[in-house]
């Protein structure tokens, strides 16, 4: 229950943190918003770090830890980019392709075996983008690609911090995380710069602390409890932006879009639901592999 509590504070969270990059845009312009994210994001966790103490920041993996954060920054521009200019429910239901695309880059990366019915809930995750994207269908537009790049390029990171968190602590990974992020978003932003009116800091410091909220209840809803368990829980995200999205902005949600992410959110639950199959199966097979005499 408590594991099941964070995952939904996190999706909140993070759903909130949609809403508040909206509101942050008609100020600032993107790049500006994700620099903004990251240095109020960096504050909000320090407390955190102070506790860790000293040894959170050793590492010898800072190469890869910038090339991290380079792929990791131009998903968030891009994730960014779409919450502020599409409606919020396209650019949600789209992110969530996330873990479609991590299988496939963890068969082409990392070698992982990834057998017949994984693929087929992979094929059926791209039948989900493409209803919502629809090319060639009088309604698109190239802008409908981005939180496609965002999705795709946010796999990489996934895998990225996957080889990370081998060698280093969790919270390791998210402190060089940040460090890089901040002067890396600073540079786009800076030929950009607009001053913030004051109601803009609302908006900004509002989405950096939510993003940290919602990264650190996350990382501690999957310590405790199952992926295939939680995964679902986060689903909530999408009714929760799209409900914010028609009351602040008036959008309205098309069938294709609800289709889409039917369609999407069922794979990524299939996918789930494998994968801690999976993790059980090699659990439960380690003790009596350790346990059988050399010959």
Known sequence: MRAAWLMLGSTLAFGLM???????????????????????????LLPMLIHAGPQVFKTQQLPRYALRAGIGLVSMLCGFWALGHLPLSQAVA?????PVFVTIAAALWLGEVVRVRRWAAVIAGFAGVLLIVRPGHQDFSLGLLVPVAAAILSALVAIQIKQLTRIDAPDTVVLYTYLFWVPLSLLPALLQWVWPAPVAWLWLAATGVLGTAGQVLWTRALRL????????????????????????FGEKIDAWTVAGAAV??????????REAVLARKAASSRPSAEAKPAE
Do not use: C, K
């Not at 789209?94 to 996330?98: A, E, L, P, R």
């Not at 409890?225 to 602040?248: N, R």
């Open 264 to 273: 999407i959110l069922g794979a990524n639950a299939y996918i789930a639901h």
């Open 18 to 44: 949609a809403v508040t990059i909206r509101l942050a845009t008609a100020y600032v312009p993107t790049t500006e918003v994700a620099f903004f994210r990251n240095a109020f994001g960096l504050v909000a």
């Open 94 to 98: 789209i992110s969530y392709s996330t």
């Open 225 to 248: 409890g199952d992926v295939s368990a939680l995964t679902p829980i986060s689903f909530t995200q999408l009714p929760l932006v799209a409900t914010m999205g028609w009351l602040l």
